[in-house]
């Protein structure tokens, strides 16, 4: 069964800060991976799909990075903001067809 | 603008009292599902639907019902509504079943409290 592990749960850190959020699943077989961004009770913002062929992909001050044998994904967010400050999930997805979510790392990024 | 949209956004209920979310996706997507959000548990899905007429159970089905009819609309059916239902609740969908592409968009969610 597949398992997907965020660490740190929560962090907070001052602006400017470059950060790496990290992801671990148990299980190699996966189709791609994806991180969202959620805002405090509101929906999901999907940021970065990474293809299982990839090895990374990249949007403006983010870069998700995918190690698919040792079951490892990270997302790095260069010079933070406080208007980054969200709860971050990665999912994988594997022949289910569904998503398999972690619990999240909560960022507060401060002033 | 491509989206998936969900409505109610919030509801309160009684217990028992039979109600629908409704889901639908403007982008012709093969793919429906949904989820439900919990404090400690994370998200969990309650049913998938590859493509019209075709629904199956995901992790958490019980006490839920799903129809699709039409490719756009995955509505979620609470017929007897319990305490243990009250939940944060997402749709989502992407273009097709499988495939290393297949993003998946959400919707804002549902807040459902049911008293």
């Known amino acids: 069964k597949q398992e997907v592990t965020q660490i740190p749960a929560a962090l907070s850190v001052p602006e400017g800060e470059n950060l790496v959020l990290n992801c671990s699943f148990t299980?190699?077989?996966?189709?791609?991976l994806q991180w969202f961004r959620q805002d405090p009770g509101k929906g999901l913002t999907s940021l970065l799909l990474i293809q299982s062929s990839q090895r990374e992909q990249t949007s403006g001050r983010l870069n998700a990075s995918l190690d698919k044998s040792s079951g490892r994904s990270t997302l790095y967010i260069a010079a933070s903001q406080p208007g980054d400050s969200a709860t971050y999930l990665c999912?994988?997805?594997?022949?289910?067809?569904?998503?398999?979510f972690g619990t999240g790392t909560r960022l507060q990024v401060f002033p | 603008e491509a989206q998936v949209t969900q409505n109610p956004r919030y509801l309160i209920t009684v217990t028992g009292k039979k109600l629908t979310v409704t889901c639908s996706q403007n982008m012709n997507h093969e793919y429906m599902s949904w989820y439900r959000q919990d404090p400690g548990l994370g998200l969990r899905q309650i049913y998938y639907s590859m493509n019209v007429e075709v629904t199956d159970k995901g992790d958490v089905p019980e006490g839920y019902k799903v129809s699709r009819k039409e490719k756009r609309n995955f509505p979620l059916i609470l017929e007897s509504p319990s305490p243990n239902q009250t939940s944060l609740y997402f749709c989502?969908?992407?273009?097709?079943?499988?495939?290393?592409?297949?993003?998946?968009?959400f919707g804002p969610g549902t807040r459902l409290t049911v008293l």
């Open positions: 299980d190699s077989a996966i189709y791609n």
């Open positions: 999912a994988v997805i594997g022949n289910t067809d569904k998503l398999i």
């Open positions: 989502a969908s992407s273009l097709s079943r499988t495939g290393s592409y297949n993003e998946q968009f």
